[in-house]
């Protein structure tokens, strides 16, 4: 064993105490007071409104433990308009990992939000941002997401909806990239969450996407819906759908299918608010299938049933005319008729239309009626072809087609037959006259 100088010894110590014990604690005070920065809030709301691609605001941020960041009073606003499109009192990000399907290790941010709050105009950059994320187009993901909030609150101009147990995954699977959504809608008695689910398959050439809508067993308004699909505003403010629809998307355009039921539904509406007729009532459809194709109506079953109500004695008329019902006794010259009871089950698709009655307490058959009686009843020769329900609620012209502005939505949305040729139009040949010259001066 050698024997160290004195002065040896002590450059020693001097050197483990400053790397065992300054240098650490240095490096924690300097660590400590980076995360407690007054600016830290802005460097991080910079740094998510970059990767959002929106005005982000945060009131604190704390590190509560290693590998999670909490966010406190959170808003996001539009960077054009500078309006506010979500705010949250906490949102709160863990990271961690997790095997993934095919046993390989991926990185998890879970995602953990208190009382938050959505504008419904938020929803279409939201849907940019996410069909960039699942298609590639922002680079691959390489990070699985879930979200969860207790609560969280949709809101539209003056109106609100409270959504509970709202729980989300966007994650990598081996065929391409999904994202789903649970929820129940607040107050409502659903015996499963509603779903969302949106996927994209990369194991077709071009990929494609697709994504399904389950409601749980309970109803949701079609208010709500309608920020998604315009079509269903018209049904109604207190229209509630109750069912599901999957779409997959095709070289020609989406094409899936919808069955359900739509509760409290406006008849009026699909009516008045397309054509120049007027029908009141409220009641309810039941979709047993709705099958459609790059944006038109290709097969659909559904019953319908509304009352009391008021009817333009002028659809009366036109709906025997063009489509074939039948009328009970003479209509008189008032505007409109009162009806107690509209029943009634149709077929639609590329045959043609069929209608059967379907009033409770009346003969078989009966389509429309009052306490007097009956006042209209289901064809008596069918199908109808397709184009004679758009002629029905087309206003008169002189036109064979009605290809006009009011029967432009309704076109675009019914099937349509392959053109076939008459029989007597196969036989006939073309035939020409030629006359001579001298035939013209006579």
Known sequence: ????????????????????????????????????????????????GRRLGLNVTVGDLQYPRPG??????????????????????????????RRDARGQWRDT?????????????????????????????????????????????????????TFCDVAGTLETLPGGVQMQMDFHLAGAKSPEPSRIRIVRNRQVSPPASGFELYTGGGPLPCSVLGLALAELKTLGPRCQFSGGVWANEMAGGWQGEVTGRLLDLDVGRLVSDYFPY??????????????????????????????PGAIDRSLIRAVVDRLGLVSEGTLSEQTQASYQQLAFSATLDAQGLRISGRCAGAEPGVVLCNHQGKLLSEPVRQPSP??????????????????????????????????TTPPEAESAEPRAQVRRSDEWRR
């Open 1 to 48: 064993m050698f024997r160290l100088r004195d002065a040896t010894r002590r450059r020693i110590g001097v050197a483990g105490f400053f790397v065992l014990g300054a240098a650490p604690a240095l490096v924690i005070g300097v660590w400590c007071a980076a995360r407690h920065a007054p600016n830290q809030a802005q460097t991080a709301a910079t740094e998510l």
């Open 68 to 97: 999670v960041v909490r966010y406190h009073r959170v808003e996001a606003a539009d960077p054009e308009t500078g309006r506010s499109l979500f705010r949250c009192r906490r949102l709160e990000i863990a990271e961690g990992r």
């Open 386 to 419: 397709t184009a004679a329900l758009a002629r029905a609620l087309a206003p008169q012209n002189v036109v064979q087609v009605p290809v006009v502005r009011q029967t432009d939505w309704l076109l675009r949305h019914l099937p349509v037959p392959d053109a």
């Open 109 to 161: 941010r879970t995602v953990t939000l208190l009382q938050p709050e959505l504008q419904a105009s938020a929803l279409e950059p939201i849907g940019r941002r996410l069909r960039s994320a699942m298609d590639g187009s922002t680079g691959s993901l390489d990070v699985d997401v879930r979200w969860s909030a207790a609560e969280l609150t949709l809101r539209a101009d003056s109106e609100s909806q």
């Open 278 to 307: 007027r029908l009141t009532g409220v009641g309810e459809a039941a979709i047993q299938t709705a099958r459609f194709r790059g944006g038109r109506l290709e097969a659909g079953r559904i019953t319908v049933s509304a009352g």
